[in-house]
């Protein structure tokens, strides 16, 4: 396939650089967005005078033909070709002849491939707030089941305080929704067209940029041709939006992976989102959590090279931006991916309760309600962190938990103790008596899901 580009050279490009420098293998991906593009192209020249109305017509009509025999299989895309913006118009001027060299008119390859980037971000960004919302969603779902489970709360892997399962959901409710606005965000300054800024200088010819970005659905144009052709913020900022949803994603399957391990028994995984052992006929491992734990990195990664790849480049288009599409290409559908396992596999794991609630009974949970009692009767809060210390420590002798241990034990560390104690280290009274904002109450926690239900709603 001839190069468009070949008019100047006199001699063929070597082959080992013609398959360097291609890009079709990553940006076929494009072949949609690049035709809806060239459609709207087409649709302003023909309007502004610069083609005849009945050339436009043609052109139009061949161009969704050449998508429809894509999306079919009838026609393939040749891997020889350097790009997908090459293969189109050589197969449109193979279809239509000299007419088909007039796609071209008023555009550059450098505007085009901005402008099918813009279009193709757009989508996915739209694709991962539904993806979010989904999950958003489920978690909202599992946290109302679960607001009276009561589990214990982990600071450095320790347990803590008690907290319920539908409180700690609801944590991870909120960082999602953070990575729903801030996408949404993203989408408002992916939302401009450059098509029309053409190489870097725009053009003499009495083109419409607004006709163009209005038929394609953009909010806006690019304002400077130099930086429309060169910007990738939006591909940038997006791919941050993407290694921040995979933070969180990596942070909650962490802890599925360890709920569900016998010694914590705190949930199952069903066996969709599950595999086991070539040789370990036993094994249940929880390998969608482990894969989208792993696939964070890679997403990173994708990050930090798009980053590198922009560092330091002069204005304004460089080829070394044709390295940008593969990685926020894999950052878009790892995501999606990642975030639509999650949520079936969060969805269908059953919870156990009764584990929950013992751990928490084991581990001392109630010891700050117990220096809390003291406080409340008159001891500083000091004597009392060091009294309840010593009780724990008792307790831990003795095999014991708190509300185990009877009145007269109680009294060998304070005579402040009385019945009323144990009323105060009752787990269920612990968790009923935080009722700060955000607290685990369970009124609070009824709150908090009520206010993401609201913010799915808005948004």
Known sequence: MD????????????????????????????????????????????????IKEGEGDKITKELKNIKSDIETGKLKIDQEAEDIHSFIESELTARLGELGKKLHTARSRNDQVALDSRLYLKEKIMETETALKNLINEIAVKASENINTIMPGYTHMQIAQPVTFGHHLCAYAYMFIRDLLRVKD????????????????????????????????????????????????????????????????????????????????????????????????????????????????????????????????????NKDMQEDKEFFFDSAETVIDCLEIFTGMLSTAKVNSKNMEKAAKFGYINATDCADYLAKKGIPFRTAYNITGKIVAYCIEKGKSLDELDLKEYKIFSDIFENDIYSAIELKNCLSGRKSEGAPAPERVKEQIEEINEILKKY
């Open 3 to 50: 190069k468009l580009w070949k008019g100047r050279f006199s001699k063929p490009l070597d082959e080992k650089c013609a398959k360097f420098n291609a890009s079709i293998e990553t940006d076929k991906k494009l072949f949609a967005c690049d035709i809806e593009g060239s459609i709207a192209h087409v649709t302003m020249l023909k309007n502004c005078g610069i």
């Open 186 to 317: 993203c989408f408002k300054r992916t939302d401009y067209s450059p098509l029309g800024s053409c190489a870097l200088a725009g053009t003499t010819y009495p083109i419409k940029r607004n006709m163009t970005a209005k038929l394609l659905g953009f909010e806006n144009i690019t304002s400077n041709s130099m930086d429309g052709v060169s910007d990738r913020d939006f591909a940038l900022e997006y791919s941050f939006c993407c290694a921040l949803i995979m933070m969180h994603l990596s942070r909650f399957c962490e802890e599925m992976i360890i709920w569900s391990t016998r010694e914590f028994s705190f949930i199952e995984l069903d066996d969709a989102f599950t595999t086991g052992s070539s040789i370990m006929p036993q094994k249940k491992n929880p390998d969608m959590a482990e894969l989208i734990r792993g696939k964070t990195g890679r997403v990173y990664g994708n990050l930090v090279t798009l980053l590198t790849v922009m560092k330091g480049l002069p204005l304004a288009y």
